[in-house]
DNA sequence: GAGCCTCGAGTTCC
DNA sequence: CTCGAGGCTC
């Protein structure tokens, strides 16, 4: 019975009738719950099952169901928020910094279309509210739920939370059966400061930004704090729509203001480049007085046939960008120059600075990447701040890349200390003393102590049981570098000895009553069996990430087998080596990299004594005998529209296809979204059978 | 050999 | 989030 299988043992026909049973059963107890308020099932239960559908489409992610209940609406709130996928990704925007990054945007757009540098193409050109993405769904006219950018792709619903806000009609007349109306949540500047006093007065969390008021303020569980919150919201975009509402950008939002949204005010219509650029300088006149934030101007291209054509790059859309208002910048003191030493041995070089205030938080570190950025170069050896170094004790500006990294971007060499010398990067790592060396083309150092150094082996260890490896409830960061410093944990293996011979030690340390003891024990053992693709990635080998790492377990499927091919692998003229390089994926770097810790006795050691207390679970190797396109060559091209590059890829993968890159005589099929050239054009000399997306979706019964 | 895309590694703050 | 590197396509 499947059921009765772990995940990772599943074959993909159990995988499919597993999905098909969980789709069911988490659909009844969802009725249950919801229409007759008794549930059929407790919330651990239908929990621990909803895990298990998302593990299962995970590793399976083509046999993913329509009705999938990852997808469904109205799952019993616990204590988050429910997720939702979003039907059409959510994406993000390029950017532009100057100018000429517009000049050079329209110039792109005009030789993609084809279109010659003095034909007409509008643009819209609207503020960039700096608050918090969300999309509006509505079906036959009712807003059936509201979800939040997330990772673009799942979001979280907060449908009740969304609808206390007065900008955010409940119905609306005269739309299409679906409409999916995206805009920004955001506070206006005059409302922040009256809920920080408020909150001052009642002694409450005082918040740094309108930004950040706006995201605490909708991620309430209680939907009553949100609505007592001043919360407002602009629609600009739009996800999945059943029929099109218009031919322009422009048209879209006139739209929308019919629908009842709030489409801001400074949206122009703009002919040409120096059109959006007069604009862009308006509004940046205006900033402070707009009465909300903003982080920059947005450009799109008006007519909806031409964003058609354009398309999307991988996370991003042709045919939009954002211009950036110069990043917030300020001064500081630079206190010190620390080096950080990471998992693979690398020295990073951290900024300590006086804390300072920038755009909105305060900041105390900042990185400094590498030897060649502390000295005024980058890894090509352009010079950078003009050749300028950095010294301890220099002032020095300090800007948030993205908003997010702190960065340094200016040094005041005019208010530098006599006697201040230039920083000295260390040839030793700091930790094991050994010598830290720098290989030809690497911009980094590397502790080359491996074994012998404790911040390599504290940061291995804190990577074995980070999220997507072992994931151990109990152990973190914290708990690791505590126990590494009395030496109860010193390699993975311990871990799984830890029950055994730490027992007793751990029970006198601060914090650990038995409950707490008893948790994370039972944190370990539930990890004592443990799918191949997390253990290989738990290793922490260096080129040897989450995807690679499943992707190898994929291929070779169980534990053994890997070992097999990694050492007979070790001459390169083996028929194993061979092997390793077959797969699309692995290079010769990545390849080199497996066999030389696989074969080092020492890191070999480990790995056994690691390995040899584990059940690791082979993952299925795909059987797909009895699709129709089993054995099939195929390509992609063009744009595609209900799915990644990569998930068509798995997809098709899946079901046995080859995905290859170009087009030939021995290609089955050419699956041509729009935008499709060279290659559509060569498979129709070819006569190769062209299909689009959905054809293809109906050729492998999805 | 150039250019695009994706993945990996390292980083900060709330 | 960003940078750099690896891998792949043209």
Known sequence: MPENKSVSELTKQEAAQEL???????????????????PEISDAEY?????????????????????????????????????????????????????????????????FLGLEGDAPLAYTAEPKIDGLSLALRFENGRLVHAVTRGDGQVGENVTKNAMTIPDIPHTISGAPSVLEVRGEVYMATEDFTKLNAQQTASGSKVFANPRNAAAGSLRQLDASVTASRPLRFFAYAWGEISEPISDTQTGVLEKFKEFGFSVNSRTNTCQNVDQILAHYRAISDDRSELG??????????????????????????????AHKFP?????????????????????????RLAPITVGGVV??????????YIAGRDSKGNLIRDGRDIRVGDWVEIYRAGDVIPKISDVDVSKREDGAQPFKFPSRC?????????????????????????????????????????????????????????????????????????????SKLDGYGDKSIDNLFTGIEERRTIPLNRFLFG????????????????????????????????????????????????????????????????????????????????????????????????????????????????GAEARGAKVSGSVSKKTDYVIAGPGAGSKAKKAEELGVTIVSEAEWL?????
């Open 20 to 38: 098909e049973r969980l789709a069911a059963l988490l659909k009844t107890a969802n009725t249950a719950y919801h229409q007759d308020d008794a």
């Open 47 to 111: 929990d621990r099952q909803k895990r298990r559908n998302l593990e299962i489409e995970t590793l399976f992610p083509a046999l993913k169901r329509k009705d999938s209940p990852t997808d469904q609406v109205g799952a019993p709130l616990g204590e988050t928020f429910s997720k939702i996928r979003h039907s059409v990704r959510m994406l993000s925007l390029g950017n532009a910094f100057d100018d000429q990054d517009v000049v050079d945007f329209d110039t792109s757009i005009r030789k």
């Open 292 to 321: 909300y934030d903003i982080d920059g101007v947005v450009y799109k291209v008006d007519r909806l046939d031409y964003q058609e054509k354009l398309g999307f790059r991988s996370t991003t859309p042709r045919w939009a960008i």
């Open 327 to 351: 990043a917030e910048k300020a001064w500081t003191r630079l206190e010190a120059i620390d080096i950080q030493v990471g998992r693979t041995g690398a020295l990073s070089p951290v900024a």
């Open 363 to 372: 900041v105390s570190n900042a990185t400094l990447h590498n030897e060649d």
């Open 430 to 506: 700091p930790v094991c003393n050994s010598i830290a060396l720098r290989e030809d083309g690497d911009s980094v150092a590397r502790c080359t102590g491996g074994f012998v150094c404790d911040a390599q082996a504290v940061e291995r260890l804190k990577h074995f049981v980070g999220r997507s490896a072992f994931d151990i409830d109990g152990l973190g960061d914290k708990q690791i570098e505590q126990f590494f410093e009395r030496g109860w944990i010193k390699k993975p293996g311990d871990i799984f000895r830890f029950a055994a011979q730490h027992a007793q030690d751990l």
């Open 539 to 650: 290793l922490g080998i260096r080129h040897l990430g989450e995807t690679s790492s499943a992707l190898l377990a994929r291929f070779f499927s169980s534990w053994d087998r890997i070992k097999e091919v990694l050492g007979a692998a070790q001459d390169e003229n083996s028929a194993e080596y061979a092997e390793l390089l077959s797969i699309d994926g692995v290079g010769e770097v990545m390849a080199r990299a497996l066999i030389d810790t696989f074969n080092d006795s020492q890191q070999r050691a480990v790995i056994d004594d690691l390995a040899d207390q584990l059940t690791i679970e082979d993952i299925a190797q795909v059987d797909h005998g009895d699709s129709d396109v089993a054995g099939k060559i195929v390509v992609f091209t063009g744009t595609l529209e209900q799915m990644t590059r990569a998930e068509a890829k798995a």
């Open 698 to 702: 109906d050729l492998i019964g999805r």
